[in-house]
């Protein structure tokens, strides 16, 4: 097994005797009903461009058969149904009522025939090898127990060839604007949880596992290390998010 990193140890409940990978299931259960409102609410929908920008890297691939891991309520599936109308796009998740209320989406958007949902952890994923054209993960792996334990199953399931690509939040390295995402991230962002009556906790763990990621040229090596090829990244909205990309090889 992959050494745990630091970040592998932020967990959503202090008090709690369950590991990481439950804690991140049972928070993800509660808080699913006003997850996507919340969302597009703490974001200003600045994030809806986000997954947009991530999703057209893997335009020029024109990936016909697509993995979305941590795929939450959908919205990343969706968009690239939409974007790069592949024959086909999986998604995983640990949650069974994000995966719920996924399902209600897509179903209203018509796509059930292109868009399938599956519990599924995406630190053991139940493909085989070299079954994906292409995996993408929106804010997702940051919840991984294992990170580097995820990222290889990743490559697994790729096609040689194939591109990962990753969207994620990075801490801004400018001062000013740092230190306002601090404070919004840490005292404003669970406070207006709170007020949507979610779970404050789970937006605390936001901040925290955020903070604690490692995030650009560090994640960078970590793809390196594990085995993929042509890897970059690009930051969005004066460093507040990152799209990393990376490659198995031929």
Known sequence: MSKP??????????????????????????IAGRYDRLNRFLSARTDIGWRKKAILHLKKDNPK????????????????CKLLDPDKITGIDISQQMLEHGKK???????????ELLRGDSEAINFSENTFDAVMAA??????????????????????????????FSKPKQT?????????????????ARWFRQNKEAY???????????????FVDILKKL???????KSLSLGICCIY???KPL
Not at 105 to 115: A, P, S, T
Not at 176 to 192: D, Q, S
Not at 227 to 233: A, K, L, Q, V
């Open 5 to 30: 990193l630091p970040h592998d140890h932020i967990i959503p409940f202090k008090e709690s005797s369950q590991g990481k990978k439950e804690q991140v299931a049972a928070m993800f259960d509660r």
């Open 65 to 80: 058969k697509i993995l979305d891991i941590a795929t939450g309520t959908a919205d990343m599936a969706i968009l690239a």
């Open 105 to 115: 989406k897509v179903d209203k958007e018509q796509l059930v025939d292109k868009i």
């Open 139 to 168: 804010f997702g792996v940051r919840n991984f127990e294992n990170l580097e334990k995820g990222l290889s199953e990743i490559l697994r399931v790729l096609k040689p060839g194939s591109q990962l690509v990753i969207l994620e």
């Open 176 to 192: 000013a604007v740092r230190g306002f995402y601090n404070l919004y991230m840490k005292i404003v962002a669970p406070r207006v």
């Open 204 to 218: 605390q763990y936001l901040f925290e596992s955020a903070n604690a990621f490692p995030e650009r040229r560090q």
């Open 227 to 233: 085995g993929y090829h042509d890897t970059g990244y």
């Open 245 to 247: 990309t990376g490659r």
